[in-house]
């Protein structure tokens, strides 16, 4: 009884992680917001880094690169972007599906008048720039 719960328990991993997809480096995203995340390095771990370039209309910093680093772990990944001139970081995650990474995220910022953090959250689906 527990040998045959124990092989559909490896079974069930193999078929888990035979779906998992990882992250493509060098590889290059755009959202639907016109921005650009590039990866440059992803290790064994799965921690990688790169760019990412703010076009979103409706907010700030746009046209840099800033840093990005992240971690997939399987399909499943996050990364974080710090807009340093603007105050602001945002973390977003999602999951690697084909050429596509649909993700939520959530912006983090200090309110001007109580100095207290604050939270804005979206969702960007990045699709691979061939
Ligand atoms: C800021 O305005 O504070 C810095 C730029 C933030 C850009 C946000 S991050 C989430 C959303 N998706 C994008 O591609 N750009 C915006």
Do not use: H
């Not at 755009?30 to 880094?49: C, H, M, W, Y």
């Not at 983090?108 to 061939?130: E, K």
């Amino acid at each position: 009884m527990f040998r045959a719960a124990a092989v559909a328990l490896f079974g069930l991993c193999f078929v888990v992680n035979a779906n998992a997809q990882s992250l493509p480096s060098p590889s290059t995203w755009k959202n639907q917001r016109g921005s650009v995340l590039t990866i440059e390095t992803v290790d064994p771990a799965g921690t990688f880094k790169g760019k990412f370039t703010n076009s979103a209309p409706g907010f700030r910093c746009q046209g840099k690169p800033y840093d990005a680093s992240g971690r997939a772990t399987g399909s499943n990944l996050f990364f974080v972007v710090t807009f340093t001139e603007c105050n602001t970081v945002t973390r977003w995650r999602g999951r690697l599906s084909a050429n596509r990474i649909p993700t939520t995220w959530s912006l983090r910022y200090v309110d001007a008048q109580t100095g207290a953090f604050r939270s804005l959250n979206g969702s960007d689906a990045f699709d691979r720039v061939p």
